[in-house]
């Protein structure tokens, strides 16, 4: 491998610049499910959520700009596509939320369900409306902040991203507000850690779960419309690969705390980022097949898994995850 190429600023900007856009779909979802868990409701069904997100999020972004039924200009429909990608996360949460909570199923086997629910229906959705892998949307175009972007390297790495990078950035900001500095989010933890407790106390359990449920899928949602209405531009079976497990390990990682996720999510774009490029040197240099490609793709998921072995035993989860709540029986 030729270490010169790898360690000169053009390589080691594009680098990092990629990171930051291959965390964003994982770093929404994460940042869901820690609201989510925070409330002790474990949804394990992430995958599914993004995935769902994905399908519904990318056609919508593509029929509102081919315009068969309503034409829309410019980046409004990709827009729109993002926020229908929100509303399909919030209706599988909807879904996970009255199994969990009213039904009080097992949340381990109501997550997988939907996981397994989520790729069947989008898979089915997708070819049901498009009969090949030909249809893309147009994405949206980076944004330079002006001054800021000027600044050599720094401008580069933090100054020149698309506005979904910039919306990501300040959710973290916004996640950690509403869990940690408001009445809300007091609630949110409280029936978390002991819902009796917040029972007795007037907290509305099963509303505050719904609510937390709902939001977090609904960001869950938005990480998939993200990867496939702005990042890739367009949707193929198994497109989230296995980003959604990867956000419930980094929940773990970040200790339920949005600040150390984004570490986390940023750590596993560029794991993905660097995979991406070895292969394409390894290609140049030696030939096809030089590094087995197989190899290079576990590398992110290898990341993850070491992460969460230096993780263990510093968790802070909620007490009450994972367990329901009936006020019938307290």
């Known amino acids: ?26 770093l929404l979802a994460t940042l869901g499910e820690i609201i989510t868990e925070r409330s002790g409701i474990l949804n394990l069904g992430l995958e599914g959520v993004m995935v769902m997100g994905a399908v519904t999020g990318f056609m919508v972004a593509y029929y509102l ?28 949460g909807l879904i996970m939320a009255w199994l969990s909570i009213t039904l009080e199923v097992d949340q381990v086997i109501a997550g997988v369900t939907l996981v397994v629910f989520g790729h069947g229906m989008a898979n089915y959705i997708y070819r049901q409306q498009f009969s090949s892998l030909t249809a893309r949307v147009s994405g949206l175009e980076s944004v330079t902040i002006p001054i800021l972007s000027d600044i ?102 970040a200790r339920w705390r949005p600040g150390l996720a984004l570490v986390g999510a940023l750590l596993f774009g560029l794991a993905d980022a660097l995979q991406f490029r070895i ?6 240099e030696r030939g096809a097949g030089a590094i087995p490609y197989e190899f290079l793709l576990m590398l992110p998921y290898v990341l993850t898994l070491l992460a969460l072995i230096y993780r263990r035993g510093r968790g802070d989860a909620p007490a009450a ?10």
């Open 1 to 26: 491998m030729n270490w010169d190429l790898i360690l000169q600023w053009s390589f080691l900007i594009a680098l990092v610049t990629a990171a930051v856009r291959l965390a964003v779909p994982v």
């Open 65 to 92: 700009e081919t315009g068969p039924f309503v034409e829309v200009s410019g980046s409004s429909a990709i827009w729109l596509g993002l926020a229908a990608g929100v509303l399909a996360g919030m209706a599988m």
């Open 152 to 253: 050599p390297v720094i401008g580069e790495l933090f100054f020149q991203y698309d506005p979904t990078v910039y919306l990501t950035a300040i959710l973290v900001f916004v996640t950690w507000f509403l869990l940690f500095r408001t009445t809300w989010g007091l609630k949110i933890r409280a029936v978390g850690e002991n819902p009796a407790a917040a029972d007795t106390s007037g907290v509305g359990v099963a509303p505050v779960r719904y609510t937390a449920t709902l939001l977090g899928a609904g960001l869950a949602g938005l990480g998939g419309a993200v990867l496939t209405v702005v990042q890739l531009q367009l949707f193929r079976e198994g497109i989230t690969a296995g980003r959604g497990w990867i956000a419930v390990a980094l929940v773990i990682f």
């Open 279 to 284: 292969q394409v040197l390894s290609q140049v």
């Open 321 to 330: 995850l994972g367990r329901p709540y009936s006020e019938e029986t307290h």
